[in-house]
């Protein structure tokens, strides 16, 4: 059954460095018992070699994850980017294998935005092209006349961490704030003191331009050869966020026929910038390379961020920062668990009974955990347990989802009204062409997760261990008969649990049994005389 916790590597968990981080990281990953194998900027046929060890895997900007490099890591589990974008990780590769993706955000906001606000006053001021002239012996001022920022109009495309902290440095230059954000509340703008609007409204006013949007299909060359010719003629545009944001041939071009007067990049479309490439000598361009990041303060934020994720994720089943699953902190995890693993019990159980053809599945959640505890792990857990079952590939809690939509399984999540006698209740409701099923279930005391119900028949037991579950008319004599046939093929029985649909007249056994019956005693039991019918299952396997 899945919880949290994934399955534990054998022996020590082994960490491979791809990319260079900060010292930190190898340090808190050591003293939480991890081997780590430090070996930034190896050849490609190496780095392979390292990963087939490794279940966690470190990577920064230089390392491009791809599915060819998680097939050859049959053991990892998680992969932590050392900073704040996974483009450089196939995030939908990993979710398919079950790989959970972190990163740190946040650790690196300040730098970023700092490093923005340096790339737009040298770009303004010309202050790589001063420092050259000068070191070349020309003291002249020629070709090096800037512009201020103060009481320049700022267009800023994207309002999360860095581009707010942006917003808060360029105000201290008195520049007006154009701002555009699809999920930024107006009122968060308006304290801001950010004037909303959509990227068209924002161009043809903007005296700067700086990006700090994601990368994705809706941003991808949001600046292009059409939104270039609906600048302010000579703004000047800052990219320190990612380069697949502006079209790079379509900036060359704006530059050349002066619609736009100079650009500060610190990202580029090509990683390296090809030595050819005509931005790397322009007169009107800075550039640096991917420096976003690059302080010493940032680098340790995000080394020891992402080595307390790791340990927080492997040895304490903690998912922090996830960006293909469900995140909960330590105090969540501790009260989830129990849940997820009743929800885990019951998919499980709902695929070794169900007959037919599946058609869809239904989770329900009910009393105090639809309102205390997220609803999305729950789902995965059901979809864990049935599809791993069901299926011969890997199913958990990252990739349930997705397999299910992949394969064609269609699942849905609702809010139950009722509970019955119980505090919570997960309810998990299965349809086939042969019919439908309810197991129900909940959660006791320190945490023991029971099914407590299937279709009419009340009942609690726990999914573990060989678990023998009857189906008969509701008649004395049954129990007997049952249990007289397990003495008589010396099966003993652990413990035992009834229940009852009185409106259908029937009864529920379930039984516990210390070792597994032979054929000859299932088919002996199925012919006691009231057994509709029976199964038997082991949760050891």
Request: glycine share 8%; hydrophobic share 45%; charged share 20%.
């Amino acid at each position: 059954m899945t919880t949290l916790t994934p399955p534990a590597a054998t022996g020590t968990f082994h960490a491979f460095f791809a990319d260079a981080v900060a010292k930190d990281c190898e340090t808190i990953l050591t003293n939480a018992g991890f081997s780590v194998d430090n070996r930034p900027g190896l050849p490609e046929e190496e780095k392979l070699e390292a990963l087939a060890h490794a279940d966690a895997l470190v990577v920064r900007s230089s390392t491009t994850v791809t599915a060819e490099m998680m097939d050859a890591a049959p053991r990892l589990q998680v992969i932590g980017r050392a900073g704040s974008g996974v483009d450089n990780i196939d995030v939908k590769a990993a979710t398919a294998r079950g790989i959970l993706v972190m990163n740190a955000p946040g650790e690196n906001t300040v730098s970023a935005a700092e490093h923005a606000m340096a790339m737009m006053m040298a770009l303004s001021r010309n202050i790589p092209a001063a420092d050259a002239k000068l070191r070349a012996g020309d003291w002249g001022k020629k070709g090096l006349m800037g512009v201020e920022l103060n009481n320049k109009t700022l267009g800023v495309i994207g309002l999360g961490r860095i581009g707010r902290e942006v917003v808060q440095r360029a105000k201290a230059f008195n520049m007006r704030i154009l701002g555009f954000d699809p999920f930024l509340p107006p009122e968060v703008a308006e304290t801001l003191g950010i004037e909303l609007g959509e990227v068209a409204e924002i161009l043809p006013q903007a005296d700067f331009l700086t990006l700090h949007a994601p990368l994705t299909d809706d941003t991808h060359h949001i600046l292009n050869t059409d939104t270039f010719a609906q600048c302010k003629p000579g703004v000047r545009v800052v990219n320190c966020a990612r380069g697949g944001l502006m079209d790079d041939e379509a900036l060359v071009v704006a530059l050349d026929n002066g619609s736009v007067a100079g650009a500060a990049l610190d990202v580029f479309e090509v990683e390296p910038l090809p030595q050819d490439h005509p931005l790397r000598t322009h007169p009107r361009v800075v550039v640096t390379p991917h420096l976003g990041a690059s302080t010493t303060e940032a680098q340790e934020n995000v080394a020891v961020r992402i080595a307390e994720q790791f340990d927080a994720f492997l040895n304490r089943g903690e998912v922090r920062n996830a960006v293909n699953s469900f995140s909960v902190d330590g105090t969540m995890a501790k009260r989830l668990n129990p849940f997820l693993k009743l929800a885990t019990a019951i998919g499980d159980l709902q695929a070794r009974v169900m007959k037919g053809r599946f058609e869809e599945l239904t989770v329900e959640v009910a009393g105090e955990i639809a309102e205390n505890l997220p609803a999305e792990p729950l789902v995965s857990g059901v979809l864990t347990g049935f599809l791993g079952t069901l299926l011969s590939q890997n199913v958990n809690a990252v990739n349930a989802q997705s397999v299910a939509i992949e394969q064609g399984y269609r699942f849905q999540q609702l809010v139950g009204k009722g509970t019955g006698p119980y505090v919570n209740l997960i309810s998990v409701l299965v349809r086939s062409d042969a019919g439908e099923r309810r197991i129900s279930g909940t959660v006791f005391g320190k945490g023991t997760p029971k099914v407590t119900r299937i279709d009419g028949s009340y009942i609690e037991f726990a999914v573990e261990g060989k678990l023998l579950l009857c189906r008969n008319d509701d008649a004395p004599g049954r129990l007997a008969g049952i249990t007289s046939v397990l003495s008589k093929y010396g099966v003993n029985i652990a413990n035992c649990a009834l229940g009852r649909d009185k409106e259908q007249r029937r009864a529920l056994t379930a039984l516990h049994l210390d070792n597994t019956p032979s054929k000859e005693a299932l088919e002996a039991i199925s012919q006691v005389d009231g057994v509709e019918w029976l199964q038997f299952l082991d949760f050891a396997d």
